[in-house]
């Protein structure tokens, strides 16, 4: 970045934006290892791999569109600071670009027609040499921040409110990223494991019920009266997100959850909605099933599932909430009084084919 992009701070945070998010994204690549910010001799960030490739990106948040003399620029900086590796990449992140730009560069070296378009643009052979490398990336930063946040709660794998995830996550993107980019700093895979893993055990420590002080025993004996409860639960947050990480507690509940049929789903809202944490969320829709029987449950059911369907979920590890929302949907439109839910559940499967992957580059 330029000493006058230093000074940009939309560009800055536009760039922090782009790094974190493809930072989250790499993580399910076995083969990730880091993010290298403002890099020496290189761009804005590097994500390096541990059979040596590097990916160089340079982030562009500008209203122009991305076109021929912002890549030449671009490709004679990177050329003047000497050779990349064989298997090394050029990832441009902007906000706008025209197609057949990005169809010349995809095929110059297949065809002649868009070599010939790039020398007319005075491009070198050197810099021809380097295009069959660099790829695009059109998203605005509001996107980004949209998948950061997104997949960051499905990372972290227990549930937090939402105000927690964005302080969590900020303080990654501020700390790690955005001031890390002033330093030439690193950031890697096992780094934000750690402090995940940390973030869990303070999350622990402060839940009233479900802490690391107080005896098992007396845990389940806590949770067992809760379950048995007619009422609605209040936990609070802290101690929600406390039991989220406790697979022991969970399958516990679970086990005494499946068998109840006489439910009413709306007072468990604060366990339903840890729907992302594995075990837990595999286990909600059979809970569900057994707890059809009320047109207050169905209505809940519905308006609980079109919560979640928009959000981001599978990433990282297998999810099977959608498979489970149509088995449960179907079941509710099948049944006697089934007519009066099919206008919720059309809009239900309409959000899971709209579903935009594109925002993703991985």
Partial sequence: ???AGQYNYKGINAQSWAAMSLFLQYLRDPNFSLIELEALNFEDFNLVFSNGKKIICESKDRKEKFSYPHLKALL???????PLNEEDEILVI???IKEEFVSNVRNVKYFDQPKEKFIKKHYSPQLISLLPRVKFWVVPASINEE?????MSELIDFWLPEEDIRWFTDSI???????GSANGATYSQTEIITEIEEFKKKVQKESDYFNLKTKKEQQFKKLESILKSKGKITLGSRSVSAFSTRWDLMSFAMDRLRSRSNLDLRKWDDLWKLNKVYYFGFGIFHVFENNLQTEKNRKYI?????KYTKTIRGFYRRD????NVVNIITKIIIGSDGKQYLLDAFDIVKDLINFNEEDFFT
């Fill in 76 to 82: 004679e900086d990177i050329h003047k600071k000497g």
């Fill in 320 to 323: 099977y909430f959608y498979i």
């Fill in 1 to 3: 970045m330029s000493t």
């Fill in 302 to 306: 519905l308006s609980y599932v079109k």
């Fill in 94 to 96: 902007c906000r706008e």
């Fill in 147 to 151: 998948i950061i946040y997104s997949l």
């Fill in 173 to 179: 993107l501020i700390q790690r990223i955005y001031k």
